[in-house]
């Protein structure tokens, strides 16, 4: 599975826009970008999933450049609630294999007042 | 809406002990997933049923380890003579088939002392 690299920190305030960036060099031909949130003491949260260019729901957006070398999260108008860990992660979601998740140890990202 | 659910939240026990975690997938998933996170860490894959088959073990699964899925429906992972460096968070997530996002509960934190 392709290794991501991701900030290990962010800061923002309340009503700011937030991108976090995720380097996937490695990444396969197969492999989807798929990023989840964590609360503390509370399992993963699957935020949004891509493959390639833009992919767009209610709570963020994924940019994915042509290479697919990185891609970006983007928080939207963040608000306190937002303050989690983001996981970016690279695989073969299609797998017809069983689809083991390979996280890394994601950004924290604080959102202020 | 009948999420993952893990029993019990939280474990405390000393060394040497025996624990055993339970967990219940979304009803209608057939595969489930058991991952292991440390502090400051994102999970880490343990092992998988698709229904009441363990497909796949990680090599962090020790010999201690043990994990069921009897009826594939709910499942059971037991830690034998409990290590200090058992303490984690053990998280199940369960997800409906091949290309579909997994679920995650809110994990049981064992702490041994």
């Known amino acids: 599975l392709a290794k991501t690299t991701q900030p290990i920190s962010m800061d923002s305030y309340e009503g700011q826009e937030v991108n976090i960036t995720c380097s996937h060099n490695n990444i396969a031909t197969n492999d989807y970008i798929t990023w989840y949130q964590q609360f503390p003491s509370q399992g993963p949260r699957f935020i949004i999933q891509g493959y390639k260019t833009k992919v767009t729901n209610e709570v963020a957006s994924l940019f994915i450049p042509a290479d697919r070398k990185s891609s970006t999260l983007s928080l939207p108008r963040v608000s306190l609630s937002d303050t989690a860990v983001y996981y970016c992660l690279v695989g073969d979601m299609w797998n017809t294999g069983f689809q083991k998740l390979v996280f890394g140890t994601g950004t924290r990202l604080l959102v202020s007042p | 809406d009948t999420g993952v659910s893990q029993d019990p939240r939280h474990k405390i026990t000393k060394r040497g002990q025996n624990v055993t975690f339970r967990c219940d997938p979304i009803?209608?998933?057939?595969?489930l997933y058991w991952y292991r996170q440390t502090l400051g860490q994102g999970p880490e894959f343990l092992t998988y049923f698709q229904n009441e088959a363990q497909l796949e073990k990680s090599r962090l699964l020790s010999d201690r380890f043990s994990a069921e899925r009897p009826k594939g429906s709910f499942s059971t992972l037991e830690i034998q003579r409990t290590e200090q460096g058992d303490s984690a968070m053990y998280l199940c997530?369960?997800?409906?088939?091949?290309?579909?996002?997994?679920?995650f509960g809110p994990g049981t934190r064992l702490t041994v002392t």
């Open positions: 997530a369960s997800s409906r088939g091949e290309g579909s996002e997994q679920y």
């Open positions: 009803s209608e998933h057939n595969r």
